[in-house]
């Protein structure tokens, strides 16, 4: 079975084999047909792709768990298979880091880090959330200046959050190059991502209850929410935030989480489900159930929800030290 770690514990040899993994996946070729998605310069854009174009179908609704569950997986799957990466898909503990994120090992901008915060830039401060309440901004915002991923390009989006009432725009494949910003908030981060944070969390006992406050409402990030927040422009753009490489580590607390919480009640946890398959869940689409189809276009194939439940069946088999 595979071992999930959180990336404080990787050795510096190891952190260095996932950041090689992922350079890999930025410098390998999109598997967009050409011209399906001019964005998509390289296999990393694929994520971000796929992401954008479903988003108001996976988010705040009953598949948001399941689906992300299954996009993390793809992705590191993607990393071996492709990018020859030897170990599995590391986490972030939010509650470990967030009262000073610029000098986690996560990102600290160090060579071994998923680089650091964004030079000086409050151009778009306050943020902005849902019901038009604000957040005060970090210390950060501008282009990402130190580690590994300086030098990444964001090619898609960005798309803003009223999309997600109008619809995706029309021109949401184009290419858009632009530098990839940070802005890290340790208020926002112990906001959301403390211990406290984390203990509401996992005292949830019902699905509805443990959904709404993974990801919360309005000024109530939850936890998931608060960690896109804290890390700024690139994570806070709801449809494009894959294009931060710290979204499949984010992810995947996410989902260790939700794994926790499900390992607490066989019995009356592994196979609850609630909600559509529509942004607040929507009426658009029906309940959710074991049989509800869920697809990633282009990176994997169509599943059946109840192949998602459980990191411990179908095509999955891993766990979280
Ligand atoms: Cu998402």
Redesign the pocket.
Known sequence: MAVRREWGVLSTTERGAYIDAVHCMINSPSHFAPGEVPGARNRFDDFAAI?INK?NS??LDGI?LS??RN?VWIWETALREECGYAGYQPYWNWALWCDDLGSSPLFDGSSTSLSGNGSPDNSSCPIQVANGETLPCGTGGGCVTSGPFKNLTNNLGPISFPHVYSGLPANWTAHNPRCFKRDLSNYIATRYGNQTALDVLMNTTTIEDFQNTMSGADINLGPHGGGHFALGPAMDD?FA??QDPA?FLH?GMVDRMWTLWQDVDERSRRYSLQGTSTIFNGNSTPNVTLSTKQDWGILGRVKETEELLSPREYDFCYTYE
């Open positions: 992401h988003t996976i988010h948001f689906w992300h996009f709801f935030s894959p979204f992810h």
